[in-house]
T-cell receptor, first 116, second 116 residues
C-alpha cells in the first residue's frame, strides 16, 4: 500500500487565490511527522512546513498552512495568496517513528501552476 | 541556501563505469540521507548514516554503497552503472545537536547523473 498518496498530478490556481494540495498518508505508528517540500524547475528541494502527529494545532509558516486531519489521515497543504513564484512541484512526505533522525517517504508530487 | 552542499552538480558517464557523489551536511548535523529521484520511481530513500554509522537502508542496489567520514561528510558510490541509474541524487541532513526539536531534513542541490 502507498504510504503517501497525492492524488492531484497537476493543479492550476489564479494569482492571489488560495489553493489546497491534497495528501493522505498511511501508517500504524502513533508517532510520525508530515512534511511538505517544494521543488522548483531548478531542481532543489525546499522545506516548507512540518506537522508532528502529536501536535494539537495545525502548523503554519507564512503563507503556508497544513490542514491536519488525523482521523482521516490527511495533511493537506494550503497556500494562501498564490504568487507566480509558487509554480513548482510540491511533495508531501512522512517520517515514521519517534526520533527525528529517520528517513522520509515521499508522495508522487503535485505540479502547481500559478496563472497570472 | 540549505547549507547542504553536493558535488558535482552534473555528471555524465558511460554504462559500466563507477562514480562517487559527495555531500557535506549542514554544520552540526549528524545525520545524512541519500535519495534518488527518477521519472519512473519518484523520490526514493537509499541510505542513511548517523554520526558515521549506517542507520537505515532503503531501496539501495547492491552496486551502490555509501559511507560517512569522521568530519561527517558522506560519499555515495555507484558502480557498474546502467542507463536506469540516470537520476537526480539528493543528499539531505538533519539532527543538529544544538536544537531541541531537530526534525527538518534539509536537502542539497542534488547531483544530476546521466548514464549514456
Amino acid at each position: 500500500a502507498q504510504k503517501i498518496t497525492q492524488t492531484q498530478p497537476g493543479m492550476f490556481v489564479q494569482e492571489k487565490e488560495a489553493v489546497t494540495l491534497d495528501c493522505t498518508y498511511d501508517t500504524s505508528d502513533p508517532s510520525y511527522g508530515l512534511f511538505w517540500y517544494k521543488q522548483p524547475s531548478s531542481g532543489e528541494m525546499i522545506f516548507l512546513i512540518y506537522q508532528g502527529s502529536y501536535d494539537q494545532q495545525n502548523a503554519t509558516e507564512g503563507r503556508y498552512s497544513l490542514n491536519f486531519q488525523k482521523a482521516r489521515k490527511s495533511a493537506n497543504l494550503v497556500i494562501s495568496a498564490s504568487q507566480l513564484g509558487d509554480s513548482a512541484m510540491y511533495f508531501c512526505a512522512m517520517r515514521e517513528g519517534a526520533g527525528s533522525a529517520r528517513q522520509l517517504t515521499f508522495g508522487s508530487g503535485t505540479q502547481l501552476t500559478v496563472l497570472p | 541556501d540549505s547549507g547542504v552542499t553536493q558535488t558535482p552538480k552534473h555528471l555524465i558517464t558511460a554504462t559500466g563505469q563507477r562514480v562517487t557523489l559527495r555531500c557535506s551536511p549542514r554544520s552540526g548535523d549528524l545525520s545524512v540521507y541519500w535519495y534518488q529521484q527518477s521519472l519512473d520511481q519518484g523520490l526514493q530513500f537509499l541510505i542513511q548514516y548517523y554520526n558515521g554509522e549506517e542507520r537505515a537502508k532503503g531501496n539501495i542496489l547492491e552496486r551502490f554503497s555509501a559511507q560517512q567520514f569522521p568530519d561527517l561528510h558522506s560519499e555515495l558510490n555507484l558502480s557498474s552503472l546502467e542507463l536506469g541509474d540516470s537520476a537526480l541524487y539528493f543528499c539531505a541532513s538533519s539532527a543538529r545537536t544544538d536544537r531541541v526539536t531537530p526534525y527538518e531534513q534539509y536537502f542539497g542541490p542534488g547531483t544530476r547523473l546521466t548514464v549514456t
